[in-house]
């Protein structure tokens, strides 16, 4: 399971960094003013971070996901205080390593998929060390 590493990090809560939020939709022809819209400022720790006390954010390295939109380098924000159900992506701890999969649970148990089929369902069974560490709110990942 050496296909994914994640590097887990706390949100900073000490100050604001607010950026203006322009309101206006942005097209792709004639440019327009874009600070005739500007109607208040936006703090991404208050968007992306619910609870601040259960959240951290994680680095990822690998393609297992891709699928799901997330990429190599890409940032997510994990709240443990979310529910996890099947179908969520989840950052999970199986044996001593760490993992960024889709959780399914069915009749037949419960499994982690990759969304890449280059890589196999891994089953989940009562001799497994699992452990749920929180559910993926957002993916971060730098424009090309």
Same mark, same amino acid.
């Given at each position: 399971?050496?296909e994914? &590493?994640? #590097?887990?990090?706390?949100?900073?809560? &000490?100050?604001s960094?607010?950026?203006?939020?322009v #309101? *206006?939709?942005?097209?792709?022809?004639?440019?327009?003013?874009?600070?005739?819209?500007?109607? %208040?400022r936006?703090?991404?720790?208050? @968007?992306?971070?619910?609870?601040?006390a *259960? #959240?951290?954010?994680?680095?990822?390295?690998?393609?297992?996901?891709?699928?799901?939109?997330?990429?190599?380098?890409?940032?997510?924000?994990v /709240?443990? $205080?979310?529910e996890?159900k099947?179908?969520?992506?989840?950052?999970?701890?199986?044996?001593? +390593?760490?993992?960024? %999969?889709?959780?399914?649970k069915?009749?037949?148990?419960?499994? @982690?998929s *990759? /969304?890449?089929?280059?890589?196999?369902?891994?089953?989940?069974?009562?001799? $497994? +060390?699992?452990?749920?560490?929180?559910?993926?709110?957002?993916?971060?990942? &730098? *424009?090309?």
């Amino acid at each position: 399971m050496r296909e994914l &590493k994640i #590097t887990l990090f706390t949100p900073e809560q &000490k100050e604001s960094h607010e950026i203006p939020l322009v #309101t *206006a939709t942005v097209k792709a022809g004639f440019p327009s003013p874009a600070e005739d819209f500007v109607e %208040k400022r936006l703090d991404l720790n208050e @968007l992306i971070v619910q609870h601040p006390a *259960a #959240t951290f954010f994680v680095r990822v390295e690998g393609h297992s996901m891709e699928g799901a939109g997330i990429l190599d380098q890409d940032i997510l924000v994990v /709240d443990r $205080s979310l529910e996890v159900k099947s179908g969520a992506i989840v950052v999970a701890r199986l044996g001593s +390593e760490f993992t960024v %999969k889709r959780i399914q649970k069915s009749q037949g148990g419960i499994y @982690l998929s *990759a /969304d890449n089929p280059d890589y196999a369902d891994i089953p989940i069974d009562s001799e $497994s +060390e699992f452990e749920v560490w929180g559910v993926v709110s957002y993916i971060i990942h &730098k *424009a090309t």
